[in-house]
T-cell receptor, first 113, second 109 residues
Framework: NAGVTQTPKFRILKIGQSMTLQCTQD?????MYWYRQDPGMGLKLIYYSVGAGITDKGEVPNGYNVSRSTTEDFPLRLELAAPSQTSVYFC????????????FGEGSWLTVV | GQSLEQPSEVTAVEGAIVQINCTYQTSGFYGLSWYQQHDGGAPTFLSY????GLEETGRFSSFLSRSDSYGYLLLQELQMKDSASYFCALYNQGGKLIFGQGTELSVKP
């Protein structure tokens, strides 16, 4: 049972490039989340989804896009990368209906230079 | 919107008890969660309060008072491995999970 899997783990991007962070969960969870965490700070919600075909903005959605075509996958797209997007990105999932036990991926370290 | 406040740092000695407080502002929510994060790692779930009162899980307990917009995480019999960041998070009716800024706990021998 893999849980929540994120790829890539590390990536360096040049300013203006685009990329997609992949997130897959094998727990048949309805709810999925993308967070970013800057050094020494808390997690900021970028986007979340309560089911396939449904996505909604979080606290810091600008510069990002998401899609949820299947229950398992929730990719995060960065368009026109900027140095301000240098951060650690975490994907998470939850069955929904309760804040009990939310599972996180291992994180993706992104540097924009 | 929603917001949560936690102390930025707490220091305690091994074997002691420490309480990490969390105050919040929200118009409605399902419950308050607590997470632990070691340097370079992913957050891991510790405890969740859907109702007012105390929830106990081994050495960790969490408390919620909706009337006071306040919760806390209590760690007993502190161990060196408990040195980490601790986050409270609000889970609201729409499925959104919003985190506080985190409290860095340092456990000294």
């Amino acid at each position: 049972n893999a849980g929540v899997t994120q790829t890539p783990k590390f990536r360096i991007l040049k300013i203006g490039q685009s990329m997609t962070l992949q997130c897959t969960q094998d727990m048949n969870h309805n709810y999925m989340y993308w967070y970013r965490q800057d050094p020494g700070m808390g997690l900021k919600l970028i986007y979340y989804s309560v089911g396939a075909g449904i996505t909604d903005k979080g606290e810091v959605p600008n510069g990002y896009n998401v899609s949820r075509s299947t229950t398992e996958d929730f990719p995060l797209r960065l368009e026109l990368a900027a140095p301000s997007q240098t951060s650690v990105y975490f994907c998470a999932s939850n069955q929904g209906g309760s804040g009990n036990t939310i599972y996180f991926g291992e994180g993706s370290w992104l540097t924009v230079v | 919107g929603q917001s949560l406040e936690q102390p930025s740092e707490v220091t305690a000695v091994e074997g002691a008890i420490v309480q990490i407080n969390c105050t919040y502002q929200t118009s409605g929510f399902y419950g308050l969660s607590w997470y632990q994060q070691h340097d370079g790692g992913a957050p891991t779930f510790l405890s969740y309060n859907a109702l007012d009162g105390l929830e106990e899980t081994g050495r960790f307990s969490s408390f919620l008072s909706r009337s006071d917009s306040y919760g806390y995480l209590l760690l007993q019999e502190l161990q060196m491995k408990d040195s980490a960041s601790y986050f409270c998070a609000l889970y609201n009716q729409g499925g959104k999970l919003i985190f506080g800024q985190g409290t860095e706990l340092s456990v000294k021998p």
